[in-house]
């Protein structure tokens, strides 16, 4: 019996030994080839923002896009694909997450302060529409209402099933709110004990290109970027309410979202009526992570994105869009994955 013990002590311990191994390995492998792909944009104070920048000669616009919670900038992956050539885009990490130094205090003022930074010295004078997805949402629909002289030059705001303050707020202490908290806490261990990099959290189906679902794995693996989301979504609870956006805004909601379909629907269309120059996109067939890691539901998005801003004198509701086949440049980038 004891050499039995004995022998699951060791395998055991074998487990763990490989468990760290491999995480720690992803991690360094990862880093390094993060760091080899995209740009880090040294900010006045001397700290480091991982960026990834593409405006091509012929561009007229640009989109800047804004990640959500625990989420690097890669997962645009499908939509930046499927943006026509006279657009360029701007995605980047919040500090903690990837390259992107990390902060003891961050909050709504710094990051508009970033916002501002990578406008001025990435898109210049070009037309520029906000996007965020979730988290990302609000900050940058937040960031048009209540940064001084923001909306210069912003032809419209895309919030991508953006979170609501307010609803967030009223889910303290609830069973959800302690699930959330119980699931950063964890995915932290996760991370640390080199489990995250052999299944990627979120995303579960590794419906990106296969150099983007190791890029995404590889970033799960990072205690820190766990410890970032869980200090996010801390933070979001005290953020303000919105309810001015002097700007076109276009609401898209993921139509199969988990949980309470009407309660989601209703909280989206709060959000879409702080424009009076809105309308409300619903993705059907998509849910909170798919709307972006599925092509054809990140090609609706696309099309949103760089399609005319909405005009009129209140939100304007649009029929669920079944789904539909990727077109060109999604189905290109599956044919890269056969």
Known sequence: MAS????????????????????????????????????????????????AVHIPPQARRVVLLDNGLGAPHEYW?????????????????RPGYGLSTPVTQY?????????QELRDTYIADLPVVLAGHSL??????AYASRHPGALKGVTAVVMI?????????????TNVDRWARQSLVMEQVYAGAGLSAFRPAKNVNKQYRPQINRSYTAFMTHPRAWATARQE??????????????????????ENNVGDNATHHAVQARLAAISKRSRHHFIDGSDHESVLAVPAHAEQVAEV???????????????????????KRAAEREEELA
Not at 28 to 36: I, K, L
Not at 41 to 49: A, K, Q
Not at 77 to 93: K, Q
């Open 4 to 51: 039995l013990e004995r022998q699951f002590a060791v395998g055991l311990a074998g487990l763990a030994g490989a468990s760290l191994l491999t995480g720690a390995v992803t991690r360094f492998t990862g880093r390094r080839e993060r760091a080899r792909r995209y740009l880090l944009h040294e900010r006045p104070d001397g700290s480091l923002v991982e960026v």
């Open 233 to 254: 979504y801390l933070d979001a609870m005290t953020f303000p309410e919105l309810t001015d956006l002097d700007c076109p805004l276009t609401v898209v909601t993921a």
């Open 107 to 115: 909050g709504l003022h710094r990051h508009f302060e970033l916002l």
């Open 136 to 141: 990302g949402g609000y900050f940058v629909a």
């Open 305 to 327: 994105i760089a399609g005319e801003p909405p005009s009129g004198t209140g939100p304007e509701r649009e029929k669920p869009v079944k789904d539909r086949p990727a077109g």
């Open 77 to 93: 992956d499908w939509v930046c694909g499927a943006l026509p050539d006279d657009m360029g885009y701007v995605r980047f990490n």
């Open 161 to 173: 099933d953006a979170t609501e303050v307010i609803s967030l707020r009223h889910s303290r202490r």
